[in-house]
């Protein structure tokens, strides 16, 4: 079973709640999250819960899943993400004691950081991870850093080729 950390555009996608993707974009988006090989990875102080569930309507399908899977072990991952502060001090947000000092990270969007951190946190542990994405450009400019850190991007809609 593979280990996914999932962006929140993925499952806003798959729920509808993007109206520029396409229809196939919906379609891999909702494929892929359904997939029952997928384990998925959260943070055990459910941030990333947290952000899905804002962008969900309660009683949604995609809602409903995400309760039924939250509660499988067999579906999930925790892992433990320890904040600190930015190793720069001109930069602001959330910053994970797992993320390097990197140029490229303090500009990353910074509500993107758990994911990434989340991702890192397996990779650490040589444990194979990907970092998923439907809709957000930000993940295309540090695609090289992924797999310098040994985390698998899959792009559903392929942004990073072209738009949505």
């Not at 079973?1 to 891999?28: F, I, R």
Request: a negative charge; hydrophobic letters at 40%; charged letters at 25%.
């Amino acid at each position: 079973m593979s280990l996914e950390v999932v962006d929140t555009n993925v499952w806003a996608v798959a729920n509808g709640q993007h109206p520029e993707a396409t229809q196939q974009c919906v379609h891999e988006c909702i494929t892929f999250l359904f997939d029952r090989n997928k384990k998925f990875v959260f943070d055990s102080d459910f941030k990333i819960l947290t952000e899905y569930r804002s962008v969900m309507p309660i009683g949604s399908t995609m809602n409903r899943f995400l309760n039924e899977i939250q509660k499988n072990p067999a579906r999930v991952e925790w892992v433990d993400l320890e904040k600190t502060d930015p190793p720069n001090e001109q930069k602001d947000g959330d910053w994970y004691s797992v993320l390097p000092n990197s140029d490229d990270l303090f500009t990353f969007d910074k509500s993107d950081r758990k994911f990434l951190a989340a991702a890192l946190a397996i990779a650490l542990r040589q444990i194979p991870v990907s970092l998923v994405n439907a809709s957000d450009s930000d993940w295309c400019e540090i695609v090289n850093f992924l797999a310098a850190n040994n985390i698998t991007f899959k792009d559903l809609c392929e942004l990073c080729n072209s738009s949505i």
